[in-house]
């Protein structure tokens, strides 16, 4: 079975063929840093991780890039508040991406441009499609002629006459510019240079690049004329996409992308999450506690913000280490939507996302715990070959089928509920019927399919949350202590040590031969 994904520029499933055999240009359009990223943003770049990651799996070499806006009104404004500058707050929040991502196990891009670094690829772009007449110069400004561009709305199915006038999808002096224009729909492409505003030189005098510009110059200059995939959020269908389209394909005469996918938006009760609406939360936020079950029900904090506006230094709320959810289990919660379906946060949502990452965890760290036991020499194992076929078969038929990561999902917890029960049984009755060969079989599935997914166990995750708070090192130390307190014949102690582990989801089991094995819930 061929792969298959759903274009938004032809609106149907398709067989994915690349431009070459086994090699694939894919491009994303990033984040404007002014802000901390918010769980829509880790939607996002979850979702187009896992489609770059299983491309990998299926012996496809990606090279993937992924641009930030650094020069924005909303950066200028947010530079203007803090007293600080359009460099200093971008190269902030650019650090502040990498530290959200990372914690989310999203690889990082092969590369990363910026705009203000693609500047000469800007101009050099606009200059090219004044030249062919799709482009104009007025007062400092150039605008891009959409009317000339006979195929503009193909992307979104906008019929010209139907859009918006002033589709620039930018904050915009729009009376100032209505009479710059020569028609409405007109978006700039080049904005002359305004007191106090970052601008460099060009042609058309002092100014900045438009949003749309940026990317198709940095698309041409890092990946070529024409690429395999551009993805983004399906809010970046029009007008950034549709703009896109109209000035790469304008300049050049060939297709800027042969697939264009979108992934669907979070929602809370029905509206898109998002900054403008307050109401959102931070991925830091969500990771630390640091979040209400009813996000809508948080005033607009100082400066326009929610409630979950965070400040440099993070979130001004009270961390509740109850409410703390560990990254793979922010990743599982938008994994098990498939990618062009929305999905509603709730606290319901987080909780299902929470216990099956609990599922998964303890099926993925069956190895470690057991396998000694089992007699398995984990370092010598071929992590390539010792799979149950039938059940990768399974889980790369959900993945071909546009990337269903609810069917890829339902393989991984059938592994990680048959593993779990085994490992109860090991832990009761200290074997089990199962053969060790088989087991490994298992496990090792597991853990290469949940790979695929960026679904791994971190080790800062296993040592800093836990169960009931309590890391390995601290139940291991309790564990001593009421051992010690037995010997002292201090029984009380030991009791109480014992409801406390258990209290914290921890149950002890004394062996025959004086040793306490434990494990959670």
Known sequence: MPLTLYNSLTRRESPFDPIEPKKVRMYCCGVTVYDYCHVGHARAYIVWDMVRRYLMWRGYDVRYVQNFTDIDDKILDRARETNSTMEAVAQCFIDEYFADMDKLNILRADEYPRATHTIDGIKRLIHELENKGYAYASSGDVYYNV?????????????????????????????????????????????????????????????????????????????????????????????????????????????????????????????????????FITIRDLLKGNWSGDLESNPPAEGGHGGTAPTQEGSQNHSDNAKAVEPMAVRLFVLMAQYRSQIDFTSEAI???????????????????HGSKLGWDI??????????????????????????????????????????????????????????????????????????????????????????????????????????????????????IRNELKDNGVTLIDQKDGITIWHRG
């Open 147 to 279: 009317r000339q561009f006979t195929d503009y709305g193909k992307l979104s199915g906008r019929k010209l006459e139907e859009m918006q006038a002033g589709a620039s999808g930018r904050l915009e002096t729009a009376e100032i510019e209505a009479q710059k224009k020569q028609d409405p729909s007109d978006f700039a492409l080049w904005k002359s240079a305004k007191p106090g505003e970052p601008a460099w030189d060009s042609s058309w005098g002092k100014g900045r690049p438009g949003w749309h510009i940026e990317c198709s110059a940095m698309v041409r200059d890092c990946l070529g004329e024409t690429i395999d995939i551009h993805c983004g959020g399906s809010d970046l269908t029009f007008p950034h996409h549709e703009n896109e389209i109209a000035q790469s394909e304008a300049a050049t005469g060939k297709s800027l992308a042969n697939y264009w996918m979108h992934n669907a938006f979070v929602t809370v009760n029905g509206k898109k999450m998002s900054k403008s609406l307050h109401n």
């Open 351 to 369: 909780a299902s996302a929470k216990n099956g990452w609990q599922t998964l965890k303890e099926g993925l760290l069956f190895g470690t715990q």
């Open 379 to 496: 370092e010598k194992i071929d992590y390539l070959t010792e799979q149950d076929s039938t059940l990768v078969q399974q889980f790369q038929a959900a993945m071909d089928d546009d990337f269903n990561t609810p069917g890829a999902l339902t393989v991984l917890f059938e592994l990680a509920k048959e593993l779990g029960k085994e490992g109860n049984v090991l832990v009761h009755q200290g074997k089990t019927e199962t053969s060790p060969q088989l087991l490994q079989q298992k496990w090792v599935t597991l853990v290469n399919l949940a790979g695929v997914l960026g679904l791994e166990v971190q080790p800062e995750a296993e040592t800093e949350i836990s169960v009931g708070g309590l890391t390995d090192g601290e139940i291991e130390g309790l564990i001593q202590q009421r051992k010690d307190a037995r010997k002292a014949k201090n029984f009380a102690e030991g009791d109480r």
